[in-house]
């Protein structure tokens, strides 16, 4: 019996399944179409779950998109519009083209049906009472999901596992199915933050993350762009996620912060205001939310000014980390350190 393989940051973990899945997969498919390399029943583990983003110039991320995700997440939401703005392929994954049926937050966050209480809230109440307990688990899949023909929207998540242990909160996370390149990525930022968020609301350090896929699969569109991600590993001296160590959430994060933050993503994702550093700072959020407005408001300048860079005071003002993943992503739109227009 072997625990799954530890790594100290995804993208360790990340470059190890790319190179996993290329060069020693098991099958090869195409469900819907779907041509892929596959491997069948892999975990892996991140010690710290916090440094939750790779850092390579050919991967591309995209920090707004991910830190939208795990903000809708975190309010319970099923809105297309909210995804769809940072992300229109998500459009092909709604049924009624309103909202995400397999929304993962709704089912986690807002009240059980007949209950005042979400599964969050259950969930933490538990472990406050039962520290040692092995029943904290959020589910999320739903077996009525397979009951619609052609359903385009059925959760890869199967559970969340929550468990308490020496100070520490750990978090087990059962996929039913991953892309290795995309969902992969984004799932990992957002389920960590989400562990990191109760942790943080239990008065707990983050303990570990364990991450068990039963269908871990590449595909062959994605395969010139894994090469190219495994081929810059290799030549590059070091890895900038050590420069650019991932910020902690602050302790004093409540869903109300959430709610808040989210009122001013809003107002700038339909381009109804624009913020400039000394704005965001007079807003009274913990500095970790001020940079998350901060790439809100680069990426409005981005969608709503096409043509123009992103202005010198908030790329300034942006971590350099942040600042370093918005430029690999829209290289024509952020200006190098010290320039402006």
């Keep these: 019996m072997h625990q799954p393989p530890a790594y100290a940051t995804f993208e360790d973990a990340y470059l190890d399944v790319l190179a996993h899945i290329d060069g020693a997969f098991e099958y090869r498919n ?18 710290d779950p916090r440094q939750r983003l790779p850092y390579l110039s050919a991967r591309r991320v995209n920090p707004v998109f991910h830190f939208a995700e795990a ?51 259950r969930v933490l109440d538990l472990l406050r009472t039962e520290a040692d307990s092995k029943r904290a688990v959020l589910s999320v899949f739903r077996p009525e999901e397979l009951a619609v023909a052609d359903n385009p929207d059925v959760s890869c998540v199967v559970a969340l596992h929550l468990l308490v242990r020496e100070g520490r909160l750990h978090m087990v996370c059962y996929m039913r199915a991953n892309d290795a390149n995309r969902g992969l990525v984004a799932d990992i930022f957002s389920f960590t933050l989400i562990q990191e968020f109760a942790a943080n609301l239990l008065g707990l350090e983050l303990g570990s993350y364990t991450h068990h896929v039963g269908s871990l699969h590449l595909g062959d569109r994605d395969l010139p762009q894994a090469e190219r991600v495994l081929g810059e590993a290799r030549t ?28 001013h993503e809003h107002l700038l994702r339909i381009n109804q205001a624009a913020y400039g550093p000394d704005d965001i700072a007079a807003l009274g959020l913990p500095r970790y939310w001020q940079q998350v407005l901060l790439l809100f408001e680069a990426h409005r300048q981005i969608t709503h000014h096409p043509g123009e860079t992103v202005t010198e005071p908030v790329l300034a003002a942006l971590d350099p980390g942040f600042r370093w993943l918005m430029a690999q992503r829209w290289p024509r739109r952020i200006a190098p350190a010290g320039g402006g227009r």
């Design 30 to 47: 195409a469900p819907r179409g779907n041509s892929s390399h596959e491997c069948l029943g892999l975990s892996f583990r991140l010690t």
């Design 71 to 121: 903000l809708w997440y975190l309010a319970g939401r099923d809105d297309l519009a909210m995804m769809a703005h940072y992300s229109p392929r998500m459009r092909d994954f709604s049924r009624d083209g309103v909202t995400i049926g397999s929304a993962y937050g709704a089912r986690l966050f807002n009240p059980v049906p007949g209950s005042g209480q979400s599964q969050f809230d």
């Design 236 to 263: 590059r001296d070091t890895s900038p996620v050590l420069a650019f160590p991932f910020p902690e959430l602050p302790r004093e994060t409540t869903f109300q912060t959430i709610a808040s933050v989210l009122e």
